[in-house]
């Protein structure tokens, strides 16, 4: 199979400090992975892609500096929300992929991030 | 650009009835499209999908046809049950251009099935 985590499944912060979410492909090497948010009752939307040793691809209106995900291995990448507020509360989805560009996407469990 | 588009739940059936869930998309190229199911709390598990023109996927009773003329993809099953109580998330996965390889989502439609 392929399996992905993710770490926490669920997490509360107070607001202006930082959590970092894990994304671990468990079963296979993943070239690429993709961060998603998903607001309550709506789709999923894309936040950045990643390849291994790579930085990071950002979509248009999302902030870099807030949203830091590293790609340090094959099997695992890292979301850090920084100085959160109450509006970056959201559902945070990790996707995995083990080849870019036709290679279909395993998706994690998903991170409920709440912050206060 | 890309997009898809589902029809809007929340779609409430009974054991056994007759399931549809539209969809349709908009794309340049030949896309991949999909079906991912989304229990409660959970991440996105893929459904079923179909790469081409008139394949059909399937998958736990679900069917969905690749529709190119009507640029369609709607996902159908016979006899819902209990358990397929979910949201159902249609896809496209872009095979060109700087968006290869990205994935595109309809909005979700929640599916609840009564006993």
């Known amino acids: 199979g392929a399996v992905v985590s993710q770490h926490p499944s669920r997490v509360i912060c107070k607001s202006g400090t930082s959590v970092k979410i894990e994304c671990r492909s468990l079963?296979?090497?993943?070239?690429?992975m993709f961060w998603y948010r998903q607001f309550p009752k709506q789709s999923l939307m894309l936040m950045a892609t990643?390849?291994?040793?790579?930085?990071?691809?950002?979509e248009q209106g999302v902030e870099k500096d807030k949203f830091l995900i590293n790609h340090a291995s094959l099997t695992l990448s890292t979301l850090t929300v920084t100085s959160a507020h109450p509006e970056d509360s959201s559902f945070y989805i990790c996707?995995?992929?083990?080849?870019?560009?036709?290679?279909?996407?395993?998706f994690g469990p998903g991170t409920r991030l709440t912050v206060t | 650009g890309n997009s898809v588009t589902q029809m809007e739940g929340p779609v409430t059936l009974s054991e056994e009835a007759f399931l549809t869930i539209n969809c349709t998309y908009t794309a340049t190229g030949y896309p991949s499209l999909f079906w991912y199911v989304q229990y409660p709390g959970e991440g996105l598990q893929l459904l079923l999908k179909?790469?081409?023109?008139?394949d059909k996927g399937s998958n736990k009773g679900f069917e969905a046809t690749y529709r190119k003329e009507t640029t369609s993809f709607h996902l159908e099953k016979g006899s819902v049950q209990v358990s397929d109580s979910a949201v159902y998330f249609c896809?496209?996965?872009?095979?060109?251009?700087?968006?290869?390889?990205?994935?595109?989502f309809g909005r979700g439609t929640q599916l609840t099935v009564w006993p």
């Open positions: 990643s390849n291994e040793g790579s930085k990071a691809t950002y």
């Open positions: 896809a496209l996965r872009s095979d060109r251009g700087s968006t290869l390889g990205r994935l595109y």
């Open positions: 996707s995995a992929s083990r080849e870019w560009e036709r290679g279909e996407q395993y």
């Open positions: 079963d296979f090497q993943a070239t690429t």
């Open positions: 179909a790469t081409k023109a008139d």
